[in-house]
């Protein structure tokens, strides 16, 4: 037998090289897996998997050329060329499983066996291109050996490639793994040159002719091999740069976006959509950080609540696009007046709130001058010659309060007295206006309370028709008697109840109880009367109002025809589109609708003929002076003659004197409401006073206050 022997240096290279192509296939592994497209995956795949087999094809013949016999040798082309194809196709496959969603263990197997196969054919392949003459033998038990390692090698690293394939771990974390699956590779190399055997006398057919000679192919092999690696490795890790930078840019332009998005959200919760000012729940975090701050500093700032005089006029005469433009006009106005840390909020309608910080006392009242001088000194649009007023009512913290809510109660208690003072003025709170402020709090909290109790209830007025003088039903007015206070008049429990969003609740129950009401009196007989229930302007906005007004009627066994709703003239033409969808629906369900207040707002005729309105309630302000005022008989007469053109009942209110009632009916009213026929009573009371053909004039008992109604 010849014995042979190593080069170490090259062993040791052999294994470098081997830990290198290691490395690379963990690498690609990776590269295909998380490719952005299939092309490109394809493309790490093939060029993968070349470099890879070129590394291991490099690392079996590098440790070949380690090996040295007493003759010369050399390599046949055609089956190093042969052996170089058996590495790269085992390396494109195994890239290729290793980049499949799943690998179960008999895949995983099956796998490691065409793998190993392939390793272990390229290694016998380039052994047989030395042509041995004679040919190599092999020992069966290191044979067996080298191909189990195979095998296991190949197992291995299928395994730590899919394992690793998802992961963006950093070098460190692929170097052991690399160092294992290199260590194995060359482990089934050297025990499979281990089960060579030369015998004696052997020569080496290729080492002469076209054969590839030993001396010059190390050097080629490896500086081959190890270039290609490199740029491998290099053009993996440049792409991996731009894939982490692309990333990177499309993280920023999306957390852009999302910032974007979270600044409009929070722009659209925070602000008011018509002039851009920060809403009621903005100013009460400006206000509590002015709060802390002032608590902290010990300055001194004031909140300043600024009311429209007169705004609710331009928007019945000028409808609300104006109404709003208005609105906008007096933001901008007031905005210039401020310092930057100034702040202005608009709470709604047409009430805004400033918060001020206080240098000097006589800054506040030079301020608020200035705002009234701005707002009322001249036209706010240019193409209308409109002009306001306003009211300003002045709170200081510390001086009057020190919490956000009292401050605003307070503020706003001085803009009413500034209101009370003849309006376009500014009022500082006062001590003395300090019971007013506590009594809306507290008036308030005891009317949330008093909803479902005993204390709101409702009275009845009757409505007389005029063709057989009978009552051909009541309007609900609502009351509340207080236990401390007594009866508190409806418009000032009412105002409270609109401005604090309580009035959806009262109108719900207000609706309820008067139908049910009416259920009693037609079981008792009254199949022909009606109830007519008031509607607040912020109720009839409410979304859930027919879905309320048609439960309540089946609730009640009601035909829809009893019920008539009552709504402003004012609130219709608040928003005239809508205001048409909701009563043509309300119409549809059956029920009446009567145009309650006409003539005291500005409709226009367009819209009202297209109303489907039931009746028309003339105010008790064109029915007061009728006896004395030729002006108010020919009003009333061209409101019949317009109602009844238009398929209308005419329903006058507000009757105190026989002279009223006279012309009223000679004038053609076909209803008539007002304390000469019936004042409004309880439930009982009014079965009592009507339950016959023809009502008796009486006082009846209870709230004997102003006709205020709902």
């Not at 014995?3 to 040791?12: C, E, F, I, Q």
């Not at 499979?192 to 590839?212: N, P």
């Not at 100013?283 to 500093?297: G, K």
Request: glycine share 8%; proline share 4%; aromatic share 8%.
């Amino acid at each position: 037998m010849l014995d042979g022997s190593y080069t170490p240096w090259l062993v040791v290279v052999s294994l470098l090289v081997a830990m290198l192509a290691s490395f690379t296939a963990l690498d690609m592994a990776n590269r295909i897996t998380t490719a952005p497209s299939t092309r490109l995956s394809l493309v790490w795949l093939l060029g993968g998997g070349c470099a890879m087999g070129l590394g291991i094809w490099s690392m079996h013949f590098i440790g070949m050329l380690a090996f040295r016999l007493p003759i010369p040798l050399g390599y046949d082309l055609a089956w190093t060329a042969i052996s170089l194809l058996a590495a790269l196709a085992s390396s494109i496959f195994a890239l290729w499983l290793v980049s499949r969603p799943t690998l179960p263990h008999t895949r995983l197997a099956l796998g490691a066996l065409l793998m190993g196969s392939g390793i272990a054919s390229m290694h016998y392949l380039g052994m047989a291109a030395m042509r041995m003459q004679p040919g190599i033998e092999y020992d069966p038990a290191w044979l067996a050996v080298s191909l189990l390692i195979a095998f296991a090698a190949s197992w291995s690293a299928l395994f730590v490639a899919f394992r690793l394939r998802l992961s963006q771990r950093r070098l460190r974390h692929r170097l052991l793994p690399a160092v294992l699956l290199g260590s194995a590779i060359v482990g089934m190399h050297y025990t499979g040159m281990a089960a060579a055997r030369f015998q004696a006398g052997s020569i080496c057919g290729a080492a002469a002719g076209d054969g590839l000679q030993t001396q010059w192919l190390a050097a080629i092999v490896l500086v081959l091999t190890t270039a290609i690696l490199a740029v491998v490795l290099i053009v993996s890790w440049l792409d991996q740069r731009m894939q982490a930078q692309l990333l990177r840019i499309r993280n920023d332009i999306l957390r852009s976006s999302l910032d974007d998005a979270q600044q409009e959200l929070t722009q659209a919760a925070l602000h008011d959509p018509l002039t851009r000012l920060p809403n009621r729940l903005l100013l009460q975090q400006r206000i509590e950080n002015a709060l802390a701050e002032a608590e902290q500093r010990g300055s001194r700032f004031a909140v300043m609540f600024m009311d429209l005089d007169g705004f609710k006029q331009v928007n019945d005469a000028y409808g609300h696009q104006t109404g709003d433009a208005l609105l906008v006009a007096v933001a901008e106005r007031t905005r210039h007046l401020l310092r930057p840390s100034d702040v202005l909020a608009r709470l709604g309608g047409d009430e805004f709130v400033l918060v001020v910080r206080i240098d000097n006392d006589e800054d506040i009242a030079t301020l608020a001058s200035r705002i009234l001088q701005a707002i009322g000194g001249g036209p706010l649009l240019p193409d209308h010659d409109l002009q306001v007023t306003a009211s300003v009512g002045i709170a200081i913290c510390p001086d009057h309060a020190a919490s956000e809510r009292q401050l605003m109660a307070f503020a706003d208690a001085a803009m009413y007295q500034a209101k009370e003072a003849g309006r376009n003025a500014y009022a500082v709170f006062a001590d003395w206006m300090n019971d007013s402020a506590e009594q809306q709090f507290q008036l308030l909290a005891d009317l949330r309370r008093a909803i479902g109790t005993e204390q709101l209830f409702l009275h009845y007025q009757p409505k007389i028709r005029v063709a057989g003088q009978g009552v051909s039903g009541a309007e609900a007015l609502i009351r509340w008697h207080h236990p401390q206070q007594g009866l508190i008049p409806p418009d000032r429990f009412i105002r409270l109840a609109e401005r604090s969003g309580v009035i959806n609740e009262i109108g719900r129950w207000a609706l309820d109880e008067a139908c049910r009401q009416l259920r009693q009196w037609q079981d008792a007989g009254h199949d022909s009367w009606t109830v007519s229930v008031n509607l607040s302007p912020i109720q009839f906005s409410s979304p859930h109002l027919l879905q309320e007004v048609r439960q309540v009627l089946q609730t009640h066994r009601l035909e829809p025809r009893r019920l008539v709703l009552e709504i402003t003239e004012s609130t219709v033409m608040r928003d005239t589109d809508a205001s048409l969808r909701l009563l043509q629906a309300m119409a549809s369900l059956g029920v009446g609708i009567s145009i309650d207040d006409f003539g005291t707002g500005y409709s226009s005729l367009l819209y009202l003929k297209r109303l489907p309105a039931t009746e028309i309630k003339i105010d008790h302000a064109f029915v007061r002076d009728l006896e004395n005022s030729s002006e108010d008989v020919v009003i009333v007469s061209a409101i019949v003659a317009l109602g009844h053109a238009l398929d209308m009942d005419i329903v006058a209110e507000g009757v105190e004197t026989a002279g009223q009632r006279a012309y009223l009916e000679r004038l053609g009213c076909d209803y008539l409401q007002g304390y000469l026929l019936g004042r409004p009573v309880d439930a009982q009371r009014f079965m009592q006073l009507h339950d016959h053909p023809r009502p008796r004039v009486e006082v009846a008992a209870g709230y004997t206050g102003s006709a205020s109604r709902r």
